[in-house]
């Protein structure tokens, strides 16, 4: 993909709704419209949830890598609108299946997030996503979601 779709964290917030300390993309590395996204979640010991997850051993919560393949998975499908939805939309989680960890996240991590659709009908996406640290899975899900205007 060429550098025309690398998207930073300024389009990311044009996209997304979430802000700190909800915002789990850092920045979109590629993506191909309707097919596939890549996305990368940098993991800071200074993000607020370390402090009681855990203060001797910081582990990223689990349900936060579920987060950052939903929000990854959400601007797949807003960059893939065949007409536009106009403002205000917002995406909404409407399932999640077959989530599975299969190593922590700790960090000085690198999450890099991989999401493509597999299925579409009436306003619902089903996508299948991973999430992986330096080539090794950390976690794998389907996300089920919707959107509408607010």
Not at 2 to 30: C, G, K, T, W
Not at 34 to 42: D, P, Q, V
Not at 60 to 81: D, N, Y
Not at 108 to 113: K, Y
Request: proline share 7%; glycine share 6%.
């Amino acid at each position: 993909m060429s550098d025309d779709a690398i998207l930073d964290i300024n389009r990311v917030m044009e996209i997304l709704p979430h802000r700190y300390p909800f915002l789990l993309i850092d920045r979109v590395l590629d993506y191909k419209v309707g097919e596939s996204l890549r996305a990368l979640k940098n993991v800071s010991v200074n993000e607020p949830f370390f402090q009681g997850h855990f203060p001797i051993r910081p582990v990223f919560p689990g349900v936060l890598i579920l987060e950052a393949i939903a929000q990854a998975s959400a601007i797949l499908a807003s960059l893939s609108f065949e007409e536009d939805p106009g403002e205000n939309i917002i995406f909404l989680f409407a399932g999640i299946d077959n989530a599975r960890f299969k190593r922590p996240v700790e960090p000085g991590d690198q999450l890099l997030l991989e999401v493509q659709p597999t299925h579409y009908k009436r306003k619902i996406w089903k996508y299948a996503g991973k999430a992986t640290v330096d080539g090794v899975l950390a976690a794998e899900t389907s996300i089920i979601f919707t959107y509408r205007n607010y």
